[in-house]
C-alpha cells in the first residue's frame, strides 16, 4: 500500500529534550516536507527536500531540523523542544517532473500525524 | 503574498442538507486550488483539485469550481452524509514565489447530524 508513515503519533516531552520524529515513505517520490497545524492557523511549512540531500526551509523553521540521506526518509529533528513547539505535525511527500506546470499540479501525500506536547 | 481565506466553522447541518464552504485566495498569476479534508485522527487526504480557470475539481459528490474572476474555490456537496464530518481545508499552490509549498487556509469543521 502506497503510503506515508511517521512515528511516533504521540508525544510528551519536556523542554529541552531532544527528539526526533520519523518519516518515511514508499511511493519514490523526491518531494518531502514537514508541516505543522496549530488552530485557526491551518497548516504551515517547516522544511521541504525536493532530493536527496537538498533541504531548504519553509515559513516557520525556527527550533527544526531536517535531513534527507535517503529518498525515502525525511526525519524532523527538535534539538531542544519548547513549549511553543507543542503541535501536530505532518509529514508529506509528492513525485516531481522537470516540468515546473506539471509539479504544481501534483497533490502531497500526508502522513497520519504526529501530536507533540511539550511541558 | 499568498493567502487562503476560509469561512470559519463550525458548520454544523442535518443529513441530505446542502453544504457550501466558501474558500478566497490571493495569488499572483495562475495558482493551483486544492480541497483536503481531514477525517478524526487521520491525516490529510486530497478531496478534489482544479488547476486552471473555470475548471471543475468533483470528488464523492464535491464540486468546486477554479474561478478566476472572484479569486474563488467553493466546495458545494448537495447532499451531505454523516460520515462527511470532517474538517476541510482549501489550499493552494503558487505558480512563482512558493511553489513549494501547499498554502492552507484556517480550515472548516463540518458536523453532520442524523
Known amino acids: 500500500e502506497a503510503q506515508v508513515t511517521q512515528n511516533p503519533r504521540y508525544l510528551i516531552t519536556v523542554t529541552g529534550k531532544k527528539l526526533t520524529v520519523t518519516c518515511s515513505q514508499n511511493?519514490?517520490?523526491?518531494?518531502m516536507s514537514w508541516y505543522r497545524q496549530d488552530p485557526g492557523l491551518g497548516l504551515r511549512q517547516i522544511y521541504y527536500s525536493m532530493n536527496v540531500e537538498v533541504t531548504d526551509k519553509g515559513d516557520v523553521p525556527e527550533g527544526y531540523k531536517v535531513s534527507r540521506k535517503e529518498k525515502r526518509n525525511f526525519p524532523l529533528i527538535l534539538e531542544s523542544p519548547s513549549p511553543n513547539q507543542t503541535s501536530l505535525y505532518f509529514c508529506?511527500?509528492?513525485?516531481?517532473?522537470?516540468?515546473?506546470?506539471?509539479?504544481?499540479?501534483?497533490?502531497?501525500?500526508f502522513g497520519p500525524g504526529t501530536r507533540l506536547t511539550v511541558t | 503574498g499568498n493567502s487562503v481565506t476560509q469561512m470559519e466553522g463550525p458548520v454544523t447541518l442535518s443529513e441530505e442538507a446542502f453544504l457550501t464552504i466558501n474558500c478566497t485566495y490571493t495569488a499572483t498569476g495562475y495558482p493551483s486550488l486544492f480541497w483536503y479534508v481531514q477525517y478524526p485522527g487521520e491525516g490529510l487526504q486530497l478531496l478534489l483539485k482544479a488547476t486552471k480557470a473555470d475548471d471543475k475539481g468533483s470528488n464523492k459528490g464535491f464540486e468546486a469550481t477554479y474561478r478566476k474572476e472572484t479569486t474563488s474555490f467553493h466546495l458545494e456537496k448537495g447532499s451531505v452524509q454523516v460520515s462527511d464530518s470532517a474538517v476541510y481545508f482549501c489550499a493552494l499552490r503558487p505558480f512563482s514565489g512558493g511553489y513549494n509549498k501547499l498554502i492552507f487556509g484556517a480550515g472548516t469543521r463540518l458536523a453532520v447530524h442524523p
Open positions: 511511493m519514490n517520490h523526491e518531494y
Open positions: 508529506a511527500s509528492s513525485p516531481t517532473t522537470p516540468g515546473l506546470a506539471a509539479f504544481l499540479h501534483y497533490e502531497q501525500y
